[in-house]
């Protein structure tokens, strides 16, 4: 297989080429960008010790653990989503981590999530609304800001188009 490889910095990158019969073609794509961390570094440990030992026993090991770190894998725009959400986001600026126009990214973005990212933030700001509107006495304006809405009006709104009630009546009932 062919491989072509872009770094602006340092370039240090794995390449694995799996056999197909390790890896259900609809869990893997072809091409999959992650953040290095700690399962990566055992992963290369692991590459390393099948080279120096017996491949045919550690290769199974190997494709199960590779299919466990593809399948879990969380995209860098939804990460930043779930760690900024209370800050402006725009679809630019979350194209751009993805390296992708804004309109190829928010279908690129339906099809994965099921919504656009408009509509994802929403639902992910309102849903920690509500953690904050049972577990706090913070007023609903202090919440809304929280969450990432500057008017209160405009929480308050997008409150009850969501969950189809407002957020008083919603802390009255969970409470």
């Known amino acids: 297989m062919e491989h072509s490889f872009y770094c602006k910095s340092y370039n240090e990158f794995l390449v694995v080429d799996l056999p197909q019969f390790y890896c259900e073609t609809t869990d893997v794509q072809s091409e999959r960008r992650f953040h290095k961390d700690q399962s990566w570094h055992a992963i290369r ?40 959400f209370s800050s402006p986001i725009t679809v630019e600026g979350l194209a751009s981590i993805e390296h992708f126009h804004p309109v190829y990214y928010v279908e690129w973005f339906k099809q994965k999530m099921g919504k656009t990212p408009r509509v994802y933030l929403e639902d992910y700001r309102i849903e920690r609304a509500k953690e904050l509107l049972i577990e706090t006495n913070h007023s609903i304006a202090q919440v809304g800001k929280q969450v990432g809405y500057t008017y209160c009006s405009t929480f308050s709104r997008t409150f009850l188009k969501v969950t189809g009630v407002t957020p008083t009546s919603y802390r009255r009932i969970k409470r």
Do not use: C, F, R
Not at 57 to 82: D, G, N, Q, R
């Open 45 to 84: 440990q692991l590459l390393l010790e099948i080279t120096n030992q017996a491949k045919d026993h550690l290769l199974p090991h190997l494709a199960a653990i590779m299919k466990e770190k593809v399948s879990t894998h969380e995209y860098a725009s939804i990460a930043h989503i779930h760690e900024h």
